[in-house]
C-alpha cells in the first residue's frame, strides 16, 4: 500500500462549483498536512498547511483532516477558472524525519 | 517562488555526458531538496541536504550525485545522463523540520531531456 494515496483524477467542474479533493494515508505517524497547486509547467506552490485533526479555512479555501480516518480533503468554494491545476497533498511526520511523502496529485478543470 | 532560481531552465543533452543543476535560494532555509517530476510517478526524492556539505540519498538517487559547499547553493549532477533521466527537476527548500517550517517550498524546475 503506498504512503498516500490521491485519486488523479481528472475532475472537471462548471464554475461556481464546489470542488472536493481528497487523499488517504496509511502512516499514522503523520502528523503535518498539506496541499500544493501545480499549474501547468509550474512549480507547486504550498497553499494550506494543517497540523494534527481539524479544519483550517483560507478564503474560498478549506482544509480538512480526520486522523482517525487517515483522510486529508481541500474544498474550493465558488471555483474559478484560474483554479485549474494540479493538487497535490503531502504529509510528514516532522522531527526529525522531514521527507514530504506526496500524493500523485489531481487534475481539476474549472469551465467558464 | 519563494527566493529560489533554478539553472538552466531548459536544456537538452545527448546520452552519456555529465549535466549539472544549479539550485539558488535567497531565503537562508537549512533544508534543500532535489525532485524530479514524471507522469505516473508524481513527485520523487533524489537526494537532499540539511546543511553545508551535509547531503542524504532520496528514493530515487542512483545516477545522481549533488554537492553544497554554500547555504544558498544546491548542484544535482547527471554523471552520465540516460534517457531514462528526461524529467522535470524541482528544487526545494525548508526551514526547519517542525512546526509550519516543515512545509517545502518549490522552483520554477528544469525542464531536461536526454537524447
Known amino acids: 500500500q503506498k504512503e498516500v494515496e490521491q485519486d488523479p483524477g481528472p475532475l472537471s467542474v462548471p464554475e461556481g462549483a464546489i470542488v472536493s479533493l481528497n487523499c488517504t494515508y496509511s502512516?499514522?505517524?503523520?502528523?503535518?498536512f498539506m496541499w500544493y497547486r501545480q499549474y501547468s509547467r509550474k512549480g507547486p506552490e504550498l497553499l494550506m498547511y494543517?497540523?494534527?485533526?481539524g479544519n483550517k479555512e483560507d478564503g474560498r479555501f478549506t482544509a480538512q483532516v480526520d486522523k482517525s480516518s487517515k483522510y486529508i480533503s481541500l474544498f474550493i468554494r465558488d471555483s474559478q477558472p484560474s483554479d485549474s491545476a494540479t493538487y497535490l497533498c503531502?504529509?510528514?511526520?516532522?522531527?526529525?524525519?522531514?521527507?514530504?511523502?506526496f500524493g500523485k496529485g489531481t487534475l481539476l478543470t474549472v469551465n467558464p | 517562488d519563494a527566493g529560489i532560481t533554478q539553472s538552466p531552465r531548459h536544456k537538452v543533452t545527448e546520452t552519456g555526458t555529465p549535466v549539472t543543476l544549479r539550485c539558488h535560494q535567497t531565503?537562508?532555509?537549512?533544508?534543500m531538496y532535489w525532485y524530479r517530476q514524471d507522469p505516473g510517478h508524481g513527485l520523487r526524492l533524489i537526494h537532499y541536504?540539511?546543511?553545508?556539505?551535509?547531503?542524504d540519498k532520496g528514493e530515487v538517487s542512483d545516477g545522481y550525485s549533488v554537492s553544497r559547499s554554500k547555504t544558498e547553493d544546491f548542484l544535482l549532477t547527471l554523471e552520465s545522463a540516460t534517457s531514462s533521466q528526461t524529467s522535470v527537476y524541482f528544487c526545494?527548500?525548508?526551514?526547519?523540520?517542525?512546526?509550519?517550517?516543515?512545509?517545502?517550498?518549490f522552483g520554477p524546475g528544469t525542464r531536461l531531456t536526454v537524447l
Open positions: 526545494a527548500i525548508s526551514e526547519s523540520t517542525s512546526g509550519r517550517d516543515t512545509a517545502q517550498y
Open positions: 502512516n499514522s505517524a503523520f502528523q503535518y
Open positions: 494543517t497540523y494534527s485533526s
Open positions: 503531502a504529509t510528514n511526520s516532522g522531527g526529525s524525519n522531514y521527507k514530504l511523502t
Open positions: 531565503e537562508n532555509h537549512r533544508y
Open positions: 541536504s540539511y546543511g553545508v556539505k551535509d547531503t
